[in-house]
């Protein structure tokens, strides 16, 4: 099984805290204790790591400094410091600004270092100098492929440079760390192969760039097959290392090794193929893979990340050795397995996924099966596939399917480089003889080549679309004809060709004029080519003059806007800039019946409003106006149209009256009216995302203050559907979470308060994945433990261990209480190995005394348990350990057993019982302590007044035993177990 780890991600920082923050700030150069420096450090952090506040964040690291800060926590400070720069500079999208971030927090790490010499901190800074290289590097590898010349140069001097640094100190740090060996504590060893790993990959890139050269090569691969060595085979550590070796080859033109290694990669993870019993391989570790039982989805999760890691190099070097049928089995795999599993992609998995989707092109096969359910199966016959596959709908060749693969990566990165990649790969494979494909798909394949800068490229690609054009209906050549001309004149005015650009723009506005959006920037782009043109223009001074003048008619009868549009844009301008007495004088001169007159008259309201809200008055006068609009003029027969322009500026006013209708009506918290007059909207108006999502909010919250719970349920539905990943929605869940805790409270009965128990846990699973605080992960677990799903609840505290098990503000709770539920998941889960990894070292920590659950958790991963009862028992094996763990079990139980109500409690005969199990089951490897085990029973038995220990169970029945004690043990529970023990030990 996969060790898992994972990074640990700053805790999240919320707009709250950073207001109270910034508004409720200590005075400046006031002394601070170190609590408040270190809340102040985990405050800069998290402005830089979640908000990309770097400037804010050094605001604050520089007023803790001028409080005057030394000794440890100066040093903590200086790191911090040093950090803020590297975390801004990984967050940040811009690559000059990115850059710019990464040689501040290279030039603060250096500094910190040789100030810092004997610093506790030092180490850690050194190896943060070497994390932040290697991300800086693969950053400048990034720009790398958009620069030419001179600028390519300078960005590969200055990223050999970066790596030479950082690699000349990993030797040092590498080998002080081995040094340490036993002595290394789990943190330090994942520094130390974070080290080895790094290492490997910056010589490999230093390497890359003079391949003549093998001996960085050479060092590359012999640091990471120490690594490999060093942390076994099968590791995530050794895995990311196969991973790395493979890049090295690759670098080296030698695929055939570089294949091989993420080959292997594939095989040890989700490997494809049956086994030799004629087994799926991954079915069988999926479903038997941790000691005979299914493997987590955090599990199968990290798998796959393996998958995405190495399926781009494995593309690349099967289609350098030619490998073609090879390529486009492990890319049918790759897409299967996602699709089986319901998994999502990261960034670089949607990298993969282009190479595999150009890997199944380059095969001319055919795929047969039910690719929905991750079902696809190779064929280079496309016979073959229609006697296996006779159903149409499962047959597919790989073209198409890459096409697919293509459309799929560009609909859902929209804005991104990804989306561009996709086109590109959408270009790719319409440009192919015989393929046929939308307009809209060849367009989106242009805007690729034209964004990426391969103007050429594009121009093809946008004739191509021309061309397409030809056999469209009506409706899609008036919807394509302009905005492609439009596109063609922007290429050409990029490649610095005015007269092309110019005649471009012209058949746009002339030819393809009707279309709304573009006719307008067709004529001005005409107009301005054009005179960019007659500036140097040699031809005939006449046909210069005369195109100009066309140009000017174009603009003045395409381009000029009405009357009552400048009025409605001279509006907007002051109130988007807070003017709104001002606004509403030009919206007002707005002519009644004009294509903008409705959605003045809207705006009207919405800036009365903003003053009523500014002057804190009622919304009396805005809200007869919106009012007035909804319900009579837009309803009344004298403004009826048929005409498609004011029938769109109408949906829009329509939109914006009634959000604020709404608004005022759930402000004054009127919530039937606002459940009676926006629920709607949802329908009427879903292209107003925000608006929708906002009016959704104040419609669940209305059924919630008037008890409608399923309506209420309805609203938060569509929310979490449709806009899961906004701030609006995660706040809407909090409410409805908190709407369920409060009913819970209330209520009497044990089944109602187990089902909103088991919502309430629903909606914080929701709301955790995609961030959450530790205070939340917390009561998703606890909710989870309570209702006894210990699978979901092991996945919340396996991940609070991951993010949060080396924050030092969270190690008491840690300690106390998710470590321990985690230990006790795990045994639910029959994972007995798993939670005494876990539960042993909070039982055995001399300095932080266990509680006496940890003790007793901590004793069954070891010894194991029984469970049932009657003759239905059955024994649960622990984990087993040496003699010496055995007997801190003994001694550990047998101080609890002396803290209980001797022979008159049910708990102390359970602690006796655990003594008596824990002999038997260290026997099994010291037959010696059998004896032991029979007298501890015997004592017990002698004391029993009735036989087969039927006074035990008097005990766990009676009223003073507390009664989840009595459920659990009581009803002959704990006597059955006593009579088996008694039994297997004759």
Known sequence: MIALQETRPTTLVTVATLLGAILGAAPLHAQKSDAEIGAEIAFARGLASDWSFVDLAEDVIREVEDGGVTGKMGERLGLVKCDVYAI???????????????ESALGAYKEFIDRNPYSDEKSSAEAAYVATSSTYARALELNLEEAVGEEAETLKGRQVDVLTDAVKLTADLIEALKAKRDERTEAESRELYDLMLNRGNMLASIG????????FFDEAIKALEELVFLVGEG?????????????????????EDAAAYYEAVIEQTIPMGEDTDGNNKWLEIRNKGNGGEPIS??????????????????????????????????????????RQEGLHFSAQGYLSLLSCARALLNSSGYVGGNLTLGEGEWFVDEDEMKAKHRARRSQIDTTSLALQIAQQVNDENKGNTLQVR?????????????????????????????????YNEALAGLHRVQRSLDSSDQAERLEFGARVMNFIGNTYRKMERPLEAAMAFREGATTWEGEPEYDPKNAQGYYSMVNQFAKTATLEKEIVEAMVTEAEDLVAKIGTQSKDKVLYDQGEKLRRKGDFAGAVGKYEQIAEGEDFWEKGLVQIAVCKFRLEKDAKQPHDESFRLLDDYIEKVRTDAKYATVSPSKLSKRKEASAAAEFYR?????????????????????????????????????????????????????????????????????????????FLDTKRDASKDDGERATLLAEMAQHLERGNQSSATFGNLRKESQHWMELKDYAKAEGVLSKMAQRHGDEAEQADAMRRYVYPDLGQALLELGRVADAKTILHPLATNDEKRASKRVLILWARSIAGWLEGSGNDIK???????????????????????????????????????????????????????????????????????????????????????????????????????YRWLSRTLK
């Open 235 to 255: 590791t995530p550590y050794a895995l990311r290392a196969y991973v790395a070796i493979g890049r090295v080859y690759q670098f080296q033109n030698l695929h």
């Open 875 to 977: 024994e649960v094996v622990g984990a087993g350990g040496s003699d010496e763990e055995f007997q801190a079990v003994i001694s550990k139980l047998d101080a609890i057993s002396k803290s209980g109500d001797k022979w008159v409690s049910c708990e102390w005969y359970e602690h006796k019982f655990m003594i008596a199990y824990t002999y038997y089951a260290w026997s099994k490897q010291d037959s010696r302590k059998l004896d032991s085990a029979q007298k501890q029973l015997a004592v017990i038995e002698s004391e029993m007044e009735e036989p087969n220990f039927a006074q035990i169970d008097g005990f766990c029945m009676g009223e003073e035993t507390e009664p989840a004690l009595r459920g659990r043990l009581g009803e002959g529970v704990l006597q059955s177990w």
């Open 422 to 454: 996709a086109q590109k790969v959408i270009s790719e494979i319409s440009t192919r003889p015989g393929v046929t494909v939308s307009p809209e798909i060849l367009f989106q394949a242009a805007q690729g080549e034209y964004f990426d800068g391969n």
């Open 208 to 215: 890359r760039a003079d391949p003549t050269n093998t001996f």
């Open 297 to 338: 989805e955090r599990e199968k999760g990290l798998r796959f990340l393996f998958l995405e890691l190495s399926m781009d190099g494995l593309m690349t070097s099967y289609e350098a050795q030619g490998s073609t049928e090879d390529a486009a089995r492990h890319a049918l795999h790759y897409y299967n397995i996602q």
């Open 662 to 738: 709404g608004l005022i009506l759930f402000g004054r918290g009127e919530h039937q009216q606002v459940a009676d007059k926006v629920s709607s909207f949802y329908d009427d108006y879903p292209e107003q995302d925000r608006l929708v999502n906002w009016c959704l909010d104040m419609v669940m919250r209305s059924h919630l203050q008037l008890g409608n719970l399923d309506e209420a349920r309805t609203a938060l539905i569509r929310m979490v559907g449709d806009f899961g990943d906004k701030p609006r929605t995660a706040n809407a869940s909090k409410a409805f979470y908190n």
């Open 88 to 102: 801004g500079a990984r967050n940040e999208k811009e690559p000059a600004r990115r850059n710019e971030l990464f």
